[in-house]
């Protein structure tokens, strides 16, 4: 099993900046994409931003481009969210999500972390 755990969600005024962290752990043999969706109040959970297994391809829904980056620390299975010039907009819930297989089991799989609120208002 794959434990994804995101940390960083705070309320914080228009303009300012944020960084979500997401690590993960368990019995994990290889992980691949990784990468942070978000869901706001009564819409669906929509992509934000991913990044690649190795070769650090990353790619950004257009309402966060210019805005927030995405980084990986390959050694830590650990995935960043950088976000600045934050917008009321962007008030959701972050979800960290990865693919990855275990050992016990070698095919690929789709995890989701718990979820941390960000918050931009005035």
């Known amino acids: 099993q794959v434990q994804l755990v995101e940390s960083g969600g705070a309320a914080v005024q228009p303009g300012g900046s944020l960084r979500l962290s997401c690590s993960a752990s368990g019995s994990i043999f290889r992980l691949t994409n990784m990468g942070w969706y978000r869901q706001a109040p009564g819409k669906q959970r929509e992509f934000v931003a991913t990044?690649?297994?190795?070769?650090?391809?990353?790619n950004y829904a257009d309402s966060v481009k210019g805005r927030f980056t995405i980084a990986r620390d390959y050694a830590k299975n650990t995935v960043y969210l950088q976000m600045d010039s934050l917008k009321p907009e962007d008030t959701a819930v972050y979800y960290c999500?990865?693919?990855?297989?275990?050992?016990?089991?070698?095919?690929?799989?789709?995890?989701w972390g718990q979820g941390t609120q960000v918050t931009v208002s005035s």
């Open positions: 999500h990865a693919v990855a297989s275990t050992y016990s089991d070698r095919t690929y799989d789709s995890y």
């Open positions: 990044i690649g297994s190795s070769n650090s391809i990353t």
